[in-house]
């Protein structure tokens, strides 16, 4: 009983244990009817059903013990393989993020801060689109400058051009037109150089004067445009964006630098340091307590290897792998070895496979032996695994022999008629195929039993019903008689039970007989090839002859 049943029920230990409990339970299971109607019902009945459910609970806490064993082991195996999982993908996380962050800002092609240079630097970025306008085109603002100071509609070349009609060469010619007969001497005069009053010296002077002033204007303009792209100018307008570059460049640095303590690269760095260093604290621990626990398993295998349980562990084995098979193949496996069947009081077949309705032979029965014990011979199996059959109502026996015991000059799989032999070794993985192969021949030979079946359309039951009934008659009837031979004193009890089963016997005998005629006239034999088709069944044969 569990603790947790034990607190649910406030019983702290056996000694608070109720003296008696009143159970009132409907059967249905059909092995479980089999095995009551054998009894007489009244108290032998109650009994027996007393002790199976006795047994039944032994069975279940030591079945319940080995699966916790088996769950523990599965558990640990998916645990460890969970948390390796989960450290790899951790680990691959954070690289991928350190990876894809170091490329997203300094990746030579796509990173963020090449990108940035490239867009200030290219011959459309940032900086060609702010320069643009004052020095490039004719729409610039240098070239309006220029165009404006000295272009073809600027004031000085429209005074100097030739087809102006007001322009400054017009004027002159026609003075000079004008007044050339009279003024002759007095225009020689005013254009001449020599003379610092004339009018051609003075225009010189004044042409001279302004031209001065633009080139000294333009050049101060220029000068103001150089600085701004100069390094060497403190404040300029590149020497700012330098800086700010710097600045910014670092800042990255600083912030992936790990000797800077209060970088972003330097506290992950120790955030993930602390992360492993608790993985790697809980790891070891987890460790030492799967090695306690496998020593413990391996103690406990060593124990049972010596003890006399070894037998049943290995026959939890067989069913352990039997079940396994089982269930992939839709069939239904169920252990038997803790309950009697057909024959009374009669436990032999440890375990039982019903094939599922996908196989060809749905419902066939195929009864599983399992032997580790010295000294036990081929003939011994044969004998104890014909009985199963029997006793299990199966049509196939297989008898599994644990290879630390079985005799020493039998094959590794052997077939005796409908029996199959097989030497297995639980903790050698080069015998499975093996035992898979022996199951499978055991499957076919359903198969082949039941085409068997179907072709003649005869029931067996009753005649198998009929011989397990004689042979318990017979074994009472033999019994019976030594009583009556050597206890005088119970004579009339014994005579009146010897009536009683030989009107059962007569009975039987009269089903058996008209069982085995009607054989007859289906498949039209005598009674002797009758009696080999039951044999052929692989149940009762030897029990009718």
């Not at 009864?367 to 059959?389: F, H, N």
């Not at 499978?440 to 082949?448: D, F, G, N, P, Y």
């Not at 031979?485 to 005998?509: F, G, N, P």
């Amino acid at each position: 009983m569990s603790s947790t049943f034990q607190e649910t029920h406030g019983w702290s230990s056996p000694s608070d244990l109720p003296d008696a409990i009143a159970l009132e339970l409907t059967v249905e299971d059909r092995d479980t009817l089999r095995a009551l109607v054998q009894h007489d019902e009244g108290p032998l009945r109650d009994e027996y059903a007393l002790e199976a459910l006795k047994i039944g609970v032994l069975a279940l806490r030591h079945a319940a013990g080995a699966w916790d064993a088996d769950f523990i082991q599965r558990e640990t195996t998916r645990l460890v393989e969970t948390l390796r999982h989960q450290l790899d993908d951790h680990a691959r996380q954070a690289q991928e993020k350190l990876t894809s962050s170091f490329q997203a800002y300094l990746d030579p092609e796509n990173g963020q801060f090449s990108q940035r240079i490239r867009r200030l630097t290219a011959d459309d970025g940032e900086l060609a689109r702010l320069l643009r306008p004052f020095v490039d085109g004719e729409e610039s603002v240098i070239a309006k400058t220029l165009m404006s100071q000295i272009g073809d509609n600027s004031p000085l070349m429209k005074m100097l051009s030739p087809d102006q009609s007001q322009g400054l060469i017009a004027v002159l010619r026609g003075n000079i037109e004008g007044q050339l007969t009279q003024q002759r001497d007095h225009l020689l005069k005013e254009f001449s150089l020599d003379n610092p009053d004339g009018s051609l010296r003075r225009l010189v002077q004044e042409i001279t004067t302004k031209h001065g002033d633009f080139t000294k204007h333009m050049q101060g303009k220029i000068d103001e445009v150089v600085k701004e792209f100069s390094l060497d100018e403190e404040n300029s307008a590149l020497s700012r964006l330098v800086a700010n570059v710097d600045n910014a460049q670092k800042k990255i640095t600083q912030e992936f630098s790990l000797d800077n303590k209060q970088s972003a690269l330097h506290k992950l760095k120790e955030e993930l340091t602390m992360i492993l260093s608790a993985h790697v604290r809980t790891n070891a621990d987890f460790q030492e307590e799967v090695k306690v626990a496998l020593g413990k398993l391996v103690t406990k295998r060593e124990e049972e290897a010596r003890s006399t349980r070894h037998g049943a562990t290995f026959e939890t084995a067989v069913f352990e792998f039997l079940a396994h098979q089982a269930h992939r193949r839709g069939d239904l496996p169920e252990a038997t070895g803790e309950r009697p069947g057909l024959i009374k009081n009669c436990k032999v077949g440890d375990a039982v496979i019903e094939l599922g309705s996908e196989n060809a032979a749905a419902g066939a029965r195929i009864v599983v032996e399992a032997k580790q014990k010295a000294g036990y011979s081929l003939a011994d199996a044969r004998i104890e695994i014909e009985q199963a059959r029997k006793n299990r109502d199966a049509q196939i026996g297989l008898f599994v022999f644990s290879r630390r015991l079985a005799p020493v000059d039998l094959e590794p799989m052997t077939r005796h008629g409908n029996d199959l032999f097989l030497v297995w070794d639980a903790e050698d993985l080069t015998t499975d195929p093996y035992f898979q192969a022996a199951l499978e021949i055991a499957r076919a030979l359903c198969v082949r039993t039941q085409h068997a079946r179907e072709a003649r359309q005869i029931d067996f039951t009753p005649i198998d019903k009929s011989v397990l009934d004689i042979e318990k008659r017979v074994k009472n009837l033999d019994q019976i008689r030594n009583s009556a031979q050597t206890i005088k004193s119970s004579s009339e009890k014994i005579l009146e039970r010897v009536r009683i089963d030989q009107e059962a016997l007569e009975r039987q005998v009269t089903v058996l007989r008209s069982s085995m005629t009607d054989l007859k006239q289906s498949i039209g034999v005598d009674a002797t090839v009758a009696n080999g088709a039951t044999v052929a069944n692989g149940t009762t044969g030897e029990s009718a002859d």
